[in-house]
């Protein structure tokens, strides 16, 4: 049975971010990681190993595939392995956003009817 | 695999290659080359960041150890197993189980083996590490126990240590030693009790200072703790701590306040709360119980401080310290250290103490007298640290060569199951079901190992609680300790699992072909010939070191059976009769004096006397003397173990007098100056004169009063052991014991015959003379020179069984190797017979083979011993005997070898029966 969008949720925060990245476009390792930590106000600070594990476990799951390698446009002619997000993994991420959303509004009318927030 | 060039390498990402060696093969294939352009990215960042190197590389290595290592787990947890989650239920499915029983009965041989020694490793390892807990490492039962202190006295002068202080300095410490917050003392013994019914008893007794728990940090369970009101001094009398012989007719004593101890109270009282404010009566005095002592409070220092662990009643010194005398050496002193202050501190201060003491005293500059303090847990551990610490090293020697011989065992199975694994795997068994087979055997292996190793370890307390020696510290609190013991299954259990299981994981790779054409001629699997040849090699010599050191035991027992302790004790009963109401001298020496008589009429008694101490019976006794010059040059004072004796003790212990004579009932009183020394002290005090031309002869002495006397020397006797039966100890002097003011000592009386048998008649004696005078420590003299010898016993009897474990599990070791080794030379042996090789040239061979093994084993393992042993005699574990015993060693090798033959014989035996037709069909 293939895996679905519920097998993976929630997703960890690194997961997440990762993820998240990948959705504005094909990216390789040392971009990923910048840009998670960019874009997570420095808070998923990711060093390859922990990433390559993580990207392990992506593409097992079949959230990530590896693209094509090509140099890399931002730094100089080297060939770098790119990885892109499947639809599979779109769906993951939109998943676990709406989770969060859902979330986030039965917390906020509970704290509205309870006073704590306007 | 690359498809790009890839760019130069520099040294930093060397070395990033190399640390990617941590990922398993298959992560690091796929990954390796993304990762080290990760790394070239990271590093640039971190150069135009202006990260030092350092600090780069400290996290780099950080990311990838702790990445590989999460790496590595997650892949054996994968591949133990989708079906295989360790601690589900389908693992341990009541079928795998049982099949497993199954393997192991048909294999009961490896199974007993398996189990055996993973039950001697987990037995003997919990048994000892929980007495080396409960005596070494456990802290001890006092709040904030580092901060306790025992202050005490070394007589340098006089080569006398560790002594107790007398309580008249009490007041200058106090006011010296300022590191200290609060100080106690203790002085102990044991003194006649009568409770409110009259019923008289022996109790052991101690008499404290008034903030004696608050030191220690110990809450009273019931009634009220001493306040320094209990420890006013009465008007009319000055008591003093021991020895007290208030003058004849005073008026009655007022009640001394007292503590009870929790099992005194709840054995004499049966936990009775209404007896707070009720009197009782012990020794002389009326004593007011105003408290009870918590169930677990233990004097831990009892060693030190009286030998009474628990005391049964507490009460408070009564003495004005102010004009208590400073020669009477009788307090044990704990302090409890101020905070902030250390042990330097406070042991600068009691130099300053022990100088001031020494300028204002001539007997404390004549003595040298120094003080000095230690922490008390390092201090109560000392005497027995070494012993133990050695049996630790036998015991971990024993852990080392039962792992070391399960890993054997298991690997030699897997080896031999290699092939039955791989044919199940070839006809679709699934890499789950062959790893849980072999998981499921492993855990009962294990578990029943363990199952037995408790039990082992059970019993292995109950022997060392009965066989330890009286001056093991804290020796009730020994308990199997549950983290040691679960920490032994955990390690028997990993041990079983890894060796049991690792070899299944590899059996049941997807290779099965390989397998299947190598099996049964050159193993892949369970370790190479020489991993498995080298564990049985390391196994031999550590045996062999144990071997050696159970050896040097043995002699060193045989050694002190030996030791002539000077007197026989042999046919002698000893016990205590003290009457605790005798108020004066008179009144002691005719109780004393009576009590005799009647006991030398009883029928089949030879002689009888009263001394204070009698040998071997564990308590110190000191006493100063010095040649007749010493009056002028009190450096020349020394220090003899003094024995104060009615006449007869000399024929009732059988000690031998080498010149002049025993004490007569003329010598048995108050003014008497007579005395008999031994030959060792004959020699100090006469240096090259006979024994015959001492007697006459004077030396200076204060038994009697606080002044040196002349004391005039009727006879010499032959040197007695008395602190311990291994070393010849001090000097020694005889008083009478009127000399001493008729003090009880143990009495003791030689009979024709079994000297118990008199225990009834004494008894009835005792109690027609007094009936309220209770008789304790009823024992044949031989019990002390028992329990002195328990020490070398204890040690001889752990090392031993050690050594024997030890033995044996090499011998298995061996057994196991060459067993294996006939099995896989079983075509060549064919070979070598169908080509005319005799069984008895077949049977030399494999013998040779196991010989030369052990050979190597026991010339490495006399090595070590030769380098351990010392440590022994460091420890003060051998009697009369050098480590290096040359015939401990020949014997112990000797023995080895014989052993080692016996394991090489069965194997042996097996290959040269074998006909040379079944042998080589066998391939």
């Known amino acids: ?118 | 695999m690359s498809d790009f060039p890839v760019p130069p390498l520099n040294s930093g990402e060397r070395v990033y290659r190399a640390l990617l060696h941590l990922y398993p093969r298959r992560f690091r294939e796929t990954f390796a080359l993304a990762l080290v352009e990760a790394f070239r990215d990271e590093r640039r960042a971190a150069q135009r960041a202006g990260t030092s190197s350092a600090a780069f590389w400290l996290s780099i290595v950080q990311d990838l150890v702790t990445q590989a290592c999460s790496e590595r787990i997650a892949l054996l947890w994968r591949t133990l197993g989708n079906s295989f989650r360790p601690f589900t239920l389908r693992l341990m499915s009541f079928h795998d189980l049982r099949l497993a029983a199954r393997v192991l009965r048909n294999n009961r041989l490896f199974a007993l083996t398996a189990i055996v020694t993973i039950a001697l490793g987990v037995g003997s390892s919990t048994a000892i590490f929980s007495v080396v807990n409960a005596v070494l490492l456990r802290p001890l039962p006092y709040a904030n126990p580092d901060r306790l202190a025992m202050i005490q006295m070394d007589i340098l002068g006089r080569h006398f240590m560790n002594a107790a202080i007398a309580p008249g300095n009490m007041l200058d410490l106090k006011a010296r030693a300022t590191a200290f917050e609060s100080i106690a003392a203790i002085a102990a013994g044991a003194v006649p009790f009568v409770g409110m019914d009259g019923k008289p008893a022996q109790i052991n007794y101690a008499v404290v200072t008034p903030n004696f728990f608050t030191v220690l940090g110990t809450r009273i369970r019931l009634g009220r703790n001493f306040i320094e009101a209990d420890g006013t001094p009465e008007p009319t009398e000055a008591v003093s701590t021991t020895r007290d012989s208030p003058p004849a007719n005073s008026p009655p004593p007022s009640p001394t306040m007292t503590i009870l101890s929790h099992g005194f109270w709840v054995r004499r009282f049966g936990a009775d709360s209404s007896v707070i404010g009720k009197t009782v009566q012990i020794g002389r005095a009326p004593a007011m119980i105003v408290g009870v002592a918590p169930a677990d409070l233990r004097l831990v220092f009892s060693k030190w401080a009286g030998s009474v662990a628990e005391p049964d009643a507490y009460s408070v010194f009564r003495i004005d310290w102010s004009t208590a005398s400073r020669l009477n050496t009788s307090l044990r002193i704990i302090g409890r250290l101020a905070p902030g202050a250390s042990i330097a501190t406070a042991q600068a201060q009691l130099n300053v103490f022990g100088a001031d003491l020494q300028n204002r005293f001539p007997i404390y500059k004549g003595g040298n007298a120094v003080f000095h303090a230690e922490q008390m847990q390092p201090e109560i551990v000392q005497d027995v640290r070494p012993a133990i610490l050695a049996l630790m090293g036998a015991v971990l020697f024993v852990l080392l060569i039962a792992c070391a011989n399960v890993a054997n065992l298991l690997l030699v199975r897997a080896m031999t199951r290699e092939r039955e694994l791989a044919i199940r795997a070839a006809l679709g068994a699934s890499r789950a079901t062959l790893i849980g087979q072999m998981f499921a055997e492993s855990i009962l292996l294990a578990g029943c190992g363990a199952a037995f190793g408790l039990l082992l370890a059970k019993l292995g307390v109950t022997l060392l609680l009965r066989i330890a020696p009286v001056n093991l510290p804290r020796v009730s609190d020994v308990a199997i300790d549950p983290s040691v013991l679960g920490f032994a299954i955990l390690v028997s259990l990993l041990s079983a699992l890894v060796f049991g299981v690792l070899p299944a994981v590899r059996a049941s790779r997807p290779d099965v072909a390989q397998t299947l054409r190598a099996a049964g001629r050159s193993p892949s699997l369970g370790g190479g010939k020489y991993l498995r040849q080298s564990v049985v090699l390391v196994e031999v010599a550590l045996s062999f070191v144990l071997l050696i050191g159970s050896g040097l035991m043995v002699r060193s027992f045989m050694a002190l059976e030996r030791v002539d302790p000077g007197f026989d004790p042999r046919g002698v009963l000893t016990f205590t009769a003290n009457n605790p109401r005798l108020q004066n001298t008179t009144e002691r020496a005719a109780y004393t004096q009576t009590l005799k008589a009647r006991l030398e009429a009883l029928p089949g008694v030879i002689s009888v006397t009263e001394s204070s101490p009698l040998p071997l019976d564990g308590s110190d006794s000191n006493l100063r003397w010095g040649p007749m010059t010493a009056a002028d040059d009190p450096s020349l004072y020394q220090s003899a173990t003094s024995f104060f004796v009615t006449p007869g003790y000399f024929a009732a212990m059988k000690v031998k007098l080498i010149a002049g004579r025993a004490f007569t009932a003329a010598d048995d009183d108050t003014t008497s100056r007579s005395v008999i020394v031994d030959e060792e002290l004959a020699a100090k005090a006469f240096p090259g004169q006979r024994p015959q031309s001492v007697v006459g002869k004077q030396v200076l002495s204060r038994a009697a009063g606080p002044e040196p006397e002349p004391y005039r020397i009727i006879g010499v006797a032959q040197h007695v052991r008395h602190l311990s039966l291994a070393t010849a100890g001090r000097e020694q002097m005889y008083l009478s014991t009127g000399a001493g003011g008729f003090f009880p000592g143990r009495w003791a009386m030689r009979a024709t015959g079994d000297p118990t048998r008199l225990i009834p008649a004494v008894r009835a004696v005792v109690a027609d003379i007094d009936p309220l005078v209770p008789i304790a420590d009823v024992l044949p003299m031989s019990v002390y020179v028992d329990r002195a010898m328990a020490a070398t016993r204890f040690s001889l009897v752990m090392i031993g069984i050690f050594a024997a474990v030890a033995a044996l599990l090499a011998s298995i070791g061996l057994y196991g190797v060459l067993a294996t080794s006939v099995r896989q030379r079983t075509a060549e042996i064919g070979v070598r017979m169908a080509f005319g090789a005799t069984g008895g040239s077949i049977f030399r061979l494999i013998v040779g083979q196991g010989l030369a093994l052990s050979g190597i084993g026991l010339v490495a393992g006399a090595g070590i011993a030769l380098a351990l042993t010392g440590v022994l005699s460091r420890a003060g574990m051998l009697v009369s005997i050098k480590p290096t015993d040359p015939l401990t060693y020949a014997v112990i090798a000797l023995l080895f070898g014989a052993m080692a033959t016996l394991a090489c014989w069965i194997p042996a035996r097996r290959a040269a029966r074998l006909s040379p037709n079944a042998a080589l069909r066998a391939e």
């Open chain 1, 1 to 118: 049975m293939p895996p679905t969008r519920h097998d993976f949720s929630p997703l960890k925060q690194d997961t997440f971010y990762v993820l998240l990245v990948l959705l504005s476009g094909e990216r390789h390792g040392y971009a990923i990681m910048r840009d998670a930590a960019d874009s997570s106000n420095q808070r998923v600070v990711l060093q390859a190993g922990a990433l390559y594990r993580l990207l392990a476990r992506l593409l097992e799951d079949g959230l990530v595939v590896e693209s094509q390698r090509r140099p890399a446009a931002d730094a100089d002619d080297e060939r770098r392995r790119y990885y892109r997000i499947t639809p599979l993994g779109k769906r993951v991420l939109a998943a676990d956003a709406e989770r969060m959303a859902a979330l986030a509004d039965v917390a906020r009318s509970a704290l509205r009817a309870n006073g704590a927030i306007a």
